[in-house]
């Protein structure tokens, strides 16, 4: 399951999509259309597709989350781990100051809450119990790398990937990242 980043719409991932497809894999959208923030019913609405999903296809989802996505997806593997096998992010601001990034104002202001009282998470660094591998840039130009990438014990692993913050959701660098990271696990 592709989750977009802040702002942005599903169809933005779909050259991923491509890439895993052609790969051999299912891929399905978060299937909320444009991803505008957290709320406490956006995140139940995502976690029962989920668990849906996960019951249907009879076994647990591998979770890609671009940036604020990339959120969802780790909140989503802390409270189903069940139903969520790995955990992909890219560019996702989880670990240290929640400003670490330049986008937490517009968040903010189309959120309609501030980024200290997200309803999703306040812990947002705590690895979830699958496997968690973060993508990050040291060119992403949006999220603070070390916010991205996280410290061990944050995430199981994290690879750099020279990109800039939107390029995470169409580069070919990416995909081929993508479909080799989950055809390990």
Known sequence: MLLPG?????????PLAAALES??????????????????????RLAERV????????EP???????????FARQL???????VALVI????????????????RAYQIVAGHSVDEAPMAQDLATKPPVPTIALWSPRDGIVNPR????????????????????????HPQVARTLVDL???H
């Open 6 to 14: 802040f702002g942005t719409h599903p169809v933005r991932m779909k």
């Open 23 to 44: 790969a051999g894999h299912r891929v399905s959208d978060w299937g909320l259309g444009f991803n505008f923030g957290s709320s406490e019913d956006r995140f139940e």
């Open 51 to 58: 668990e849906t999903m996960a019951r249907r296809e009879g």
């Open 61 to 71: 989802l591998v979770l890609v989350g671009w940036s604020l996505g990339g959120l």
């Open 77 to 83: 593997a802390k409270t189903a781990p069940d139903h």
């Open 89 to 104: 992010t890219m560019g996702t601001p989880f670990s240290g100051d929640r400003r670490a990034n330049n986008a937490w």
């Open 147 to 170: 916010s991205a990438a996280g410290w061990p014990g944050e995430r199981d692993l994290a690879v750099p990937l020279r990109v800039t913050h939107l390029g995470f959701a169409a």
């Open 182 to 184: 989950v055809a390990r």
